[in-house]
Structure formats: C-alpha cells, structure tokens
C-alpha cells in the first residue's frame, strides 16, 4: 500500500528522509499534496505491506510528524 507522511517543517521532514534512507522502507520526499492542509511543503510518498511496520518505525527513529495518510487512487485517507 502507499502512504503519505507530512510535517510540521521542512527541517523534519527531511531528517525522516534522511532515516528512511538507510531503511528498507521504499519511499522518495515529495511536495506536500494540494488536497491535504499541512505547514509544510514537503512530505514522504513510499510504499509499504504493513502500516504498523511503518507506525512501528518512526516510533523507534523518533520520527516528527503530523499525519500519516494511505493513498487510495487520487486520495489520501488520514491513519
């Protein structure tokens, strides 16, 4: 499944990057889609069999974020 991670900041956005990027969780950072309010401009677009993998994850890493949506189509329903 895909999913979506935003953030209150670009800073903290791309420190996840940069955690994700030495993790086996597929993912790129991408603008921050226009159908979903955040603060910042960036977020994380990845791939995933299991969310609690992913939840499980940026408990671990201390991943700042403010949602994590999964992508259904063209849209994002919030976890």
Request: aromatic content about 8%.
């Amino acid at each position: 499944m895909n999913f979506l991670i935003t953030f209150q900041s670009s800073h903290h956005a791309i420190e996840a990057n940069k955690k994700f990027i030495k993790s086996e969780i597929s993912c790129e950072i991408v603008p921050t889609p226009r159908q979903i309010s955040s603060e910042c401009g960036f977020a994380i677009l990845g791939e995933i069999e299991d969310i609690s993998v992913l939840q499980e994850f940026n408990i671990k890493n201390k991943i700042k974020h403010d949602n994590i949506y999964i992508k259904k189509g063209e849209l994002y329903e919030e976890c």
